[in-house]
């Protein structure tokens, strides 16, 4: 079946620039994941939601970025003005209810110049 | 808080080499840990995991063992094949695999012939 796909996959932003990255998770799970992965380190944890619900933004790095998953579905994050320090890969990832083993996409490299 | 600490890498073995990746965790509670492949061009895909201690995990040859004495869940893999380059991430989950994961920085393996 279908995994959890993210479009763009590349996105190149001109600093100052706001850019919405989206995720589209595995249909009927029930939570989703966003993670930033810098060059050569390990995803790091951003948001989770369980259905519409954001019950987690700690991991969020500044009020720049900002996510929604309005119907339970579909997942953006957006991230306004963007800074060269939010160049990264930025991860989605769902999961079911049943196992909770989380199911990543590819991912969206953003670059910011 | 909660945190993985991994070997460095990068690992280069010839084929049918014995493999280990170090992987020791802090966290409160009980973790489940996770072992996390991420293949040249792909997205991050689960390997193997454990959920309490004394478990071992095991998937495609690889094993790691929950060990709680040692906070330890070494990566082990007796014979090394070509194919199983790619960067290994080890992780944690603080709930039983709901909750977000924090991963280790990652051990990039080249497998040579």
């Known amino acids: 079946g279908a995994g959890v796909s993210q479009s763009p996959r590349y996105k190149v932003a001109k600093r100052g620039q706001d850019v919405a990255l989206r995720c589209d998770p595995i249909s009927g799970h029930v939570s989703l994941f966003w993670y930033q992965q810098a060059l050569g380190q390990g995803p790091e944890f951003l948001t989770y939601?369980?259905?519409?619900?954001?019950?987690?933004k700690s991991g969020l790095p500044s009020d720049r970025f900002f996510a929604e998953r309005p119907e339970g579905s579909v997942s953006t994050l957006k991230i306004q003005r963007t800074q060269q320090e939010d160049s990264a890969v930025y991860l989605c990832?769902?999961?079911?209810?049943?196992?909770?083993?989380?199911?990543f996409g590819p991912g969206t490299r953003l670059t910011v110049t | 808080g909660d945190s993985v600490t991994q070997m460095e890498g990068p690992v280069t073995l010839s084929e049918e080499a014995f493999l280990t990746i170090n992987c020791t965790y802090t966290a409160t509670g009980y973790p489940s840990l996770f072992w996390y492949v991420q293949y040249p061009g792909e997205g991050l895909q689960l390997l193997l995991k454990a959920t309490k201690a004394d478990d071992k995990g095991s998937n495609k040859g690889f094993e790691a063992t929950y060990r709680k004495e040692t906070t330890s869940f070494h990566l082990e893999k007796g014979s090394v094949q070509v194919s199983d380059s790619a960067v290994y991430f080890c992780?944690?989950?603080?709930?039983?695999?709901?909750?977000?994961?924090?991963f280790g920085t990652g051990t990039r393996l080249t497998v040579i012939p």
């Open positions: 939601f369980q259905n519409e619900a954001q019950l987690d």
């Open positions: 992780a944690l989950s603080d709930k039983a695999g709901a909750n977000n994961l924090f």
């Open positions: 990832a769902s999961s079911s209810s049943d196992t909770y083993e989380q199911y």
